[in-house]
């Protein structure tokens, strides 16, 4: 099994915790110890899976905070994190302790739907964009940013910024604030390790300029339409990477995939994800 973070666990323990801190009733009131049960999970949508090592560790949880003497779950799953699934397709099989099961059930379904959701919309927008990375950003919930990265490589995507000691990067609040383009990557660069390159957002062609005669290393262009795009791309002329970023969305691909950018970043990754629909079958 992958390794856990530590702040993976800890959520983890919340999630369970939330659920079963007064028990469960129902479960307890008809199923014992003695209660074995076989199953499956079923995809009820096409999608790109995600988290199973999550899924497998929930329930060995679940186990270990479960009283009795339990018939161990055992799962076999059928795919590999970043594997396309069809609608229909079983992704896997278990059995073991009924009570343990149906007490993992919806905690650990929550994940895995969430984070094969995010892999399917990575992977969706990706194969509209061939040839520019496809990147997440810091909108993540808490607690969840490392299974939303995970999830977006696992989809086809790269990772943006980890979080704010993962890069620099120049927002138009910083610009506001510094006064100009100009000072803020000139403070930047005195400041930060030689070894992180500076990035810059644009919102027009006077501000691509700016960047360029700042020599910023990475020129994001936020919310421009696709012609002023392409304008900004050839103003730039390979002296820094080009990132598209901005209502970058399924829809809108079409627009901007003969752009010649370096990537794209799009927020919608992980912030209005629909989870992936997936159902655990008892036979």
Same mark, same amino acid.
């Given at each position: 099994?992958? /390794? ?5 666990? *800890? ?9 079963? &801190?007064?028990?469960?009733?129902? +479960?307890?009131?008809?199923?014992? #110890?003695?209660?074995?049960? +076989? ?12 988290? *199973? ?10 186990e270990s905070r479960t009283l009795g003497v339990y018939?161990?779950? +055992?799962? *076999? ?20 302790? /009924? ?17 094969? @959701? ?7 927008l990706a194969d509209l964009l061939p040839g520019i =990375? ?13 299974? *939303? ?5 696992? @989809? ?15 927002? #138009?609040?910083?610009? &506001?604030?510094?006064?100009?383009? &100009? ?9 930060? $390790? ?11 062609? #006077? ?8 020599? &910023?290393?990475?020129?994001?262009? #936020? ?12 103003? !730039? ?11 970058? /969305? ?8 003969? !752009? $010649? ?19 655990? =079958?008892?036979?």
């Amino acid at each position: 099994m992958q /390794t856990i973070s530590p702040i993976t666990e *800890q959520l983890i323990d919340l999630a369970i915790t939330e659920d079963l &801190a007064a028990g469960d009733f129902t +479960t307890d009131a008809i199923f014992t #110890d003695n209660d074995n049960s +076989t199953g499956y999970l079923l995809a009820k949508s096409d999608m790109v899976l995600c988290g *199973q090592h999550i899924f497998e560790y929930i329930v060995e949880k679940i186990e270990s905070r479960t009283l009795g003497v339990y018939q161990p779950v +055992t799962m *076999q799953f059928f795919f590999r994190d970043g594997d396309r699934i069809a609608k229909g397709q079983k992704i896997a099989e278990f059995s073991g302790s /009924t009570q343990v099961l149906l007490k993992a059930e919806r905690t650990a379904l929550n994940f895995l739907q969430h984070m094969s @959701g995010v892999s399917s919309q990575t992977r969706q927008l990706a194969d509209l964009l061939p040839g520019i =990375r496809v990147v997440n950003t810091r909108k993540a919930l808490p607690g969840l940013r490392d299974l *939303q990265h995970y999830a977006v490589r696992c @989809g086809g995507g790269c990772s943006h910024r980890f979080n704010l000691g993962g890069g620099t990067m120049i927002k #138009d609040n910083h610009i &506001a604030a510094a006064g100009s383009i &100009a000072n803020a990557v000139a403070k930047v660069r005195a400041f930060a $390790p030689h070894t992180l390159r500076i990035e810059v957002e644009v919102t027009n062609l #006077d501000e691509v300029q700016q960047a360029l005669d700042a020599k &910023a290393d990475i020129i994001m262009l #936020d919310n421009m339409k696709p012609d002023e795009m392409r304008e900004a791309c050839k103003l !730039i002329a390979d002296r820094a990477l080009v990132e598209i970023s901005g209502n970058v /969305t399924v829809e809108r691909a079409e627009q901007i995939r003969d !752009i $010649p950018v370096y990537c794209v970043s799009c927020g919608a990754l992980t912030h209005s994800v629909h989870a992936a629909d997936i159902s655990m =079958r008892f036979d």
